[in-house]
C-alpha cells in the first residue's frame, strides 16, 4: 500500500490496516506484524495515547523493517494539550517512542464536541498542518466520533485535511447514524478509514440464534469477518483497521482479506437477518478503547464491568458471571464507582457510564 492508495477516495476495494490499539505481549506482537507484513499488507494505526501501544510498533516494526516497508499513522490528543508547545512536545515524543523521523499519516484524535473546540482554542488545525510543510507528517487528518453536522463544519472550513477515521460498522450503520457520516465525507471526497469495523470485537459474539444464521450460511467464515467484509465492502474506504489483540485474529483477517470479496446483496440481508436477532438483547454499546479508565479516580474496571453485562445479555450462565465479577478486585468493581462523571466526557461512544455501573452493581451486589 502507498500513501496515494491511503488518499484514494474511491478505491477498488479497501486495505487491510493493522490497528496497534489492543496489542498483546511484545513477542507476539512482533510474530503478528512479521505474518501481517508476510502477507502484502504495510499499514499500522497507532496513538499516543494507547499505552504502550508505540513502543511495541519500534519493537516490532520499525526496528526491524527499511522505513520504506511500511505506512504508520499516529495521534495528537487534543485533550491533553493546552498550547502548541506541548502539541510540538507530545509530536517528538511520539516520533522517539516509534522510532521514527516523520509519520506518514497524522491525525487529529478522537474529535467530537468537545475536543473540537480545544482543537480550535489551541490552534491544533494551524499546527499540524505546519507539521506537514515542515515534514514531520507526510498527510493530516483526523479520527471522528461527534455528530453529522460536526463532521460537515469541519470539512467545510478546513479542506487542509485530507481524509478521515470513522468509527463505521454494520450495526453503527444499520441501527444507529453512522451511515450520515460515511455520506458526509463521500460529499466531500475525502478518503475514509474505517476504525472499529467489528466494533471493538461485539461484533465478533453475537446472540447464538444471530451466529447461527451466518454460520449456516458460511461454516467456514468466522462471525467477526463477517464485519470486516462489510465494512470494507463500503464506497470510499481506503483502509479497514483491526484492533487484534492475538496471532488468531490477525490469521483471520489475512484470510478475509487475501483474496477480499465484497458482501453480496444476499450476504447483505443475512446481515440485516442477524442484527435483528442481535437486537432482541439490549447490551452496553462499549467497544473497550479504555479512554475512561484515565480519567477514573476510582480505577473501576469499566469495559471489564461491561463485557460481563454484555455476555449476560448474550445467554452466559448468570452463575458463572456472577462467580467472574467476584473475581475482579473488590474495591475496583462497578459498585465502587462515585458517580463522579469524569469518564464520561472521553467515552467515544457517549455512554451513561455511572449510571451502566449502577445498573451492574444492582445486579451482581
Known amino acids: 500500500m502507498k500513501h496515494e492508495d491511503v488518499l484514494n477516495p474511491n478505491p477498488a476495494h479497501a486495505a487491510f490496516g493493522f490497528g496497534l490499539m489492543r496489542l498483546p505481549q511484545v513477542t507476539e506482537t512482533v510474530q503478528m506484524a ?48 493546552m498550547n502548541r508547545s506541548a502539541c510540538d512536545r507530545v509530536l517528538h515524543e511520539s516520533l522517539k517512542r516509534c522510532g521514527l523521523d516523520y509519520f506518514d499519516f497524522y491525525l487529529v484524535h478522537s474529535l467530537d464536541d468537545d475536543n473540537e473546540r480545544k482543537a480550535v482554542s489551541v490552534g491544533i488545525y494551524d499546527w499540524i498542518a505546519d507539521q506537514k510543510k515542515k515534514g514531520l507528517c ?85 462471525v467477526a469477518s463477517w464485519a470486516v467484509r462489510y465494512a470494507a465492502s463500503l464506497k470510499g474506504i481506503s483502509c479497514v483497521l483491526s484492533g487484534m489483540s492475538n496471532m488468531e485474529q490477525m490469521r483471520d483477517n489475512i484470510k478475509t482479506f487475501n483474496p477480499f470479496q465484497p458482501l453480496t446483496d444476499s450476504e447483505l440481508e443475512l446481515i440485516e437477518r442477524s442484527l ?21 479516580p476510582n480505577n473501576i474496571m469499566i469495559p471489564d464491568c461491561f463485557d460481563l453485562y454484555n455476555e449476560g445479555k448474550r445467554g452466559a450462565p448468570p452463575l458463572e458471571l456472577l462467580y467472574r465479577y467476584r473475581e475482579l478486585p473488590e474495591d475496583r468493581r462497578a459498585d465502587g464507582c462515585t458517580a463522579c462523571g469524569a469518564c464520561i466526557p472521553r467515552c467515544p461512544q457517549h455512554i451513561n457510564i455511572p449510571e451502566e455501573l449502577s445498573n451492574i452493581a444492582k445486579q451482581w451486589v
Not at 495515547?49 to 490528543?77: M, Q, T
Not at 470539512?155 to 485535511?161: L, S
Not at 470513522?166 to 475514509?192: F, S
Open 34 to 81: 512479521e505474518a501481517y507484513m508476510e502477507a502484502g499488507f504495510n499499514y499500522f494505526d497507532t496513538a499516543y495515547v494507547y499505552g504502550g501501544s508505540e513502543d511495541k510498533f519500534k519493537r516490532a516494526v520499525s526496528s526491524r523493517f527499511s522505513r520504506d516497508a511500511y505506512l504508520v499513522a499516529d495521534k495528537l490528543p487534543p485533550w491533553q494539550v
Open 138 to 222: 507526510k498527510h493530516i487528518g483526523f479520527s471522528f466520533h461527534g455528530t453529522a453536522k460536526l463532521l460537515d463544519n469541519i470539512f467545510k472550513k478546513h479542506p487542509e485535511m485530507e481524509f478521515t477515521q470513522l468509527q463505521l460498522n454494520y450495526y453503527d450503520i444499520l441501527r444507529g447514524d453512522a451511515g450520515v457520516l460515511h455520506d458526509i465525507a463521500m460529499k466531500y471526497n475525502k478518503p475514509i478509514i474505517v476504525m472499529e469495523p467489528v466494533r471493538g470485537g461485539k461484533l465478533a459474539s453475537l446472540s447464538p440464534a444471530a451466529e447461527s444464521l451466518l454460520k449456516a450460511r458460511a461454516p467456514d467464515m468466522s
Open 276 to 296: 435483528r436477532e442481535t437486537s432482541r438483547i439490549a447490551a452496553i454499546p462499549c467497544t473497550s478503547c479504555n479512554y475512561c479508565l484515565a480519567e477514573c
